[in-house]
């Protein structure tokens, strides 16, 4: 419904420092054999800092029950996503295909392979506009066959132009897809991939809700990757590709 604004749901206000003030410069840098950079006084990628899931949702065996966080933020020690605690976990590229390593399972359904839309959803926040491409599952025996995504917040909230009084247009709706593995039953630990291979809808929030399963009373899944194009950063009215973007530290951006 894009008519309400959209926000992921959590447990206390995640409040991102933005740079005020800062000067940008925007002399080109030139280095050998690659185009000319420019310097910028923050990242040019966009960085996950939040991911949910809704309060008491998952009821199945899984680290988010057994850990009871539904909800994760930055690590106050190294300000990265906490992606080994409950929820976390569903971006943690380390696994194994063990009962103890799922991190959403659910048994709420609303009719045959139909589960509750609002239980099975999981929701992700980046600091910035991203746009989502594809979502890769990593799938338990009894995973998921088709997903729902959703794109959220400013289409606008870029790096370097945040407006504070720009328009939260909402969820809005990107597409159901099928995965690229089929509709199971899944080898615990296969991979499926949800393309929405024409979406160009920028956002800072991301959700996916599970529309179809391939058992008809429970599902799960170990890990659930979001894949995201990174936008070109509007300064001073010209747009910066952020591959011709360098952080003032010097880290030079692929």
Request: glycine share 10%; hydrophobic share 45%.
């Amino acid at each position: 419904d894009g008519a309400a604004p959209a926000f992921l749901e959590a447990p206390s206000r995640y409040i991102v420092e933005q740079l005020q003030g800062r000067a940008i410069d925007l002399a080109p840098v030139y280095t050998a054999n690659r185009p000319p950079t420019i310097e910028l006084p923050f990242r040019t990628r966009a960085q996950l800092v939040a991911l949910a899931v809704p309060v008491d949702a998952m009821r199945g065996e899984c680290t988010v029950r057994e850990s009871g966080a539904f909800y994760v933020g930055p690590s106050v020690v190294t300000g990265k996503l906490e992606a080994t605690v409950g929820v976390g976990n569903l971006v943690n590229r380390f696994y194994a295909a063990v009962r103890s390593d799922v991190t959403l399972r659910d048994y709420q359904f609303v009719r045959p392979h139909a589960p509750d839309p609002s239980r099975a959803t999981a929701s992700f926040q980046w600091d910035f506009a991203v746009v989502v491409t594809s979502l890769e599952v990593v799938m338990v025996q009894d995973g998921v066959v088709a997903i729902e995504g959703f794109v959220g917040g400013q289409p606008g909230y870029h790096a370097g132009q945040l407006d504070p009084k720009a328009v939260n247009e909402g969820w809005v709706s990107i597409g159901v897809v099928n995965g690229s593995a089929g509709a199971g039953p899944f080898t615990e630990g296969q991979a499926s991939v949800f393309t929405w291979p024409h979406n160009t809808h920028p956002g800072a929030l991301f959700k996916f809700t599970v529309v179809r399963t391939a058992h008809q009373a429970k599902w799960g899944m170990y890990r659930a990757f979001p894949r995201v194009r990174h936008i070109a950063h509007v300064l001073r009215g010209m747009e910066v590709a952020p591959r011709l973007a360098r952080v003032t530290a010097g880290v030079e951006t692929p």
